[in-house]
């Protein structure tokens, strides 16, 4: 039987899905043998239990599924630190789901809470993987963009964006790619609309740790009347630099967290077990001087690539957390930031990400985001080489 030739097509939305242009530079680099400050690998080193515990419990025999909400002594653990760091109450049992690195947590919990046609807001410059994650659900995204030189909110913007289609806001603070730190106001104002019009708030908070110049972290969910609508994102990928071992979690009332969950098994099964048990050692074990160390460990490692961007002619826009810096790229020749970002890989051998990544309607043609997450001794080739452009 002839099968008709027209059936046999991509989708609707694959046309319009192309690669990450932050996956494009890492592979660009790597041709070249390049530093890569474009893709936030953070290489840095993995702390002592959390890499002995995982060796520990691949030869005990941790390397089968575990529920799909992940192992109980880890779920504990999260909600230890949630109770002590974030300030949030969630009961282990109903109300965290461990999952596939961050990302997996946000395209689970989108599938479960909208549908396609519904909007959800996006500030700007956004994080690329929200924005297309969206679009491959069939959602909407609205994006309110943020203004140098503090990125700050335009909440007439955000009140006008709001239609009787929006179901919810997503916040990522501290924020990739501009270093963003909602303020409590901010998010207060935030809290205030979203209980106004009865949205949900999807917050990711993977970069918690990272703050500078005194930058404090609030999480939405702790803000009046947000719990039961706050879906709270985070992981250890970053702060126990295991970025390649996608261990994630999700905190949500338990209204939501049973569909997410049940979304999260269906497309990712479980984060790997071993590494389950060595996330819930660092947890455990770490001591709180431990995460205070991050951020002064990178706010010098900030400081350092700012002070090279700027000397080779790039303002940087200084972020307070996160480990990303959106430049200037005036200077670098190219047409758009993609050929720009191209041609300092050429001329230094420094990978970066065209700030269009992270704009909508091709705003960010003269930026570039660096990470500079990277071992010290890497990090000081990058910026030399930035000096002698």
């Known amino acids: 039987m002839r099968v008709a030739a027209d059936k046999l097509r991509l989708s609707e939305i694959s046309p319009g899905m192309v690669q990450s242009e932050i996956r494009a530079m890492t592979v660009a680099c790597d041709r070249v043998g390049g530093i890569n400050l474009a893709q936030g690998v953070c290489d840095t080193g993995v702390p002592s239990p959390v890499m002995q515990r995982a060796i520990d419990a691949i030869t005990e025999g941790y390397n089968i599924y575990t529920r799909l909400d992940g192992i109980a002594p880890l779920r504990l653990a999260i909600s230890e630190k949630l109770a002590r760091y974030n300030g949030i109450d969630a009961d282990p049992d109903s109300e965290i789901l461990v999952t596939s690195g961050a990302t997996a947590g946000f395209y689970a919990a989108c599938i479960a809470l909208f549908n396609p046609g519904d909007e959800v807001i996006l500030f700007e410059p956004f994080y690329g993987y929200h924005l297309n994650t969206l679009r491959a659900l069939r959602v909407n995204a609205a994006v309110v963009s943020m203004h140098q030189p503090q990125w700050g909110i335009d909440f007439d ?115 790997p077990s071993p590494f389950q048990h060595a996330s819930a050692a660092g947890l455990i074990q770490l001591p709180t001087s431990f995460y205070e160390a991050l951020s002064t460990e990178y706010q010098a490692k900030r400081d350092m690539l700012c002070a090279a961007l700027s000397e080779a002619g790039m303002a940087p826009s200084i ?66 080489a930035l000096r002698a452009r």
């Open 157 to 271: 913007a955000l009140r006008n964006a709001i239609t009787s289609r929006t179901r919810g806001i997503v916040i990522n603070s501290p924020s990739n790619p501009c270093g963003k730190v909602f303020t409590r106001a901010e998010l207060d104002a935030i809290a205030a609309l979203a209980n106004e019009y009865d949205l949900f708030v999807v917050t990711d908070e993977i970069y918690e740790y990272f703050l500078y110049d005194a930058a404090e972290h609030v999480s939405p969910a702790t803000l009046p009347g947000m719990a039961p609508r706050t879906i709270t994102i985070s992981g250890l990928s970053k702060t126990f630099s295991i970025t390649g071992w996608r261990v994630g979690y999700l905190a949500a009332d338990r209204r939501w967290l049973g569909a997410i969950g049940y979304f999260h098994d269906l497309v990712y099964v479980c984060a």
């Open 319 to 384: 972020p307070a957390g996160a480990y990303y810096i959106l430049a200037d790229a005036t200077v670098i020749p190219g047409s758009n930031a993609r050929e720009k970002a191209r041609t300092l890989l050429r001329q230094t051998g420094i990978a970066a990400v065209a700030g269009t990544a992270f704009f909508a309607e091709d705003r960010g043609e003269n930026l570039l985001r660096f990470c500079f997450a990277k071992r010290d001794e890497d990090l000081e080739r990058a910026c030399d």
